[in-house]
């Protein structure tokens, strides 16, 4: 059951171009290289209801408290290659909305899974206790 892939129109899409930091020479400090992309999550209407509020559920540092989307790519020297970079990402990230989580089924440990976890506390208390009346001697 696969999702048809979301279009986002160019107009959704905010781009501006700073200057890279880091090492460069003069082409650093001449050329506005990096491009900094903006996608408004909470209010585009490209994006289906569930996929949104998947989106915006996550705790991504990228994430602005209005539901704007920051990509900031600074990774080649040149302004296209680093656009394609940005939207590389921004395709990325919706992807990452695309799919529900699989819901968790609880388990139970079994038996003897327990048995082994209480047997090496009891071993570790032994080591200890024996560690402690050595100390006291």
């Given amino acids: 059951m696969s999702q048809a892939p979301i279009t986002i129109p160019e107009q959704e899409l905010t781009e501006r171009f700073v200057r890279s930091t880091g ?12 491009v900094e992309l903006r996608f408004d999550v909470a ?12 989106l915006l559920a996550k705790r991504d540092r990228r994430m602005t408290n209005e539901g704007v989307l920051v990509i900031s790519a600074q990774r ?3 302004q296209e290659r680093n656009r394609e970079d940005a939207r590389e990402r921004l395709a990325a990230f919706i992807d990452s909305g695309m799919r529900a989580p699989k819901p968790r089924i609880a388990t139970r440990p079994s038996r003897a899974a327990k048995e082994r976890r209480l047997g090496a506390k009891r071993e570790r208390s032994t080591i200890k206790r024996t560690r402690a009346q050595r100390d006291w001697d």
């Fill in 23 to 34: 090492p460069g020479g003069q082409n650093v400090n001449k050329v506005a290289t990096a």
């Fill in 76 to 78: 080649f020297r040149t």
């Fill in 43 to 54: 209010q585009s209407p490209s994006l289906p209801e569930a996929v949104r509020e998947r």
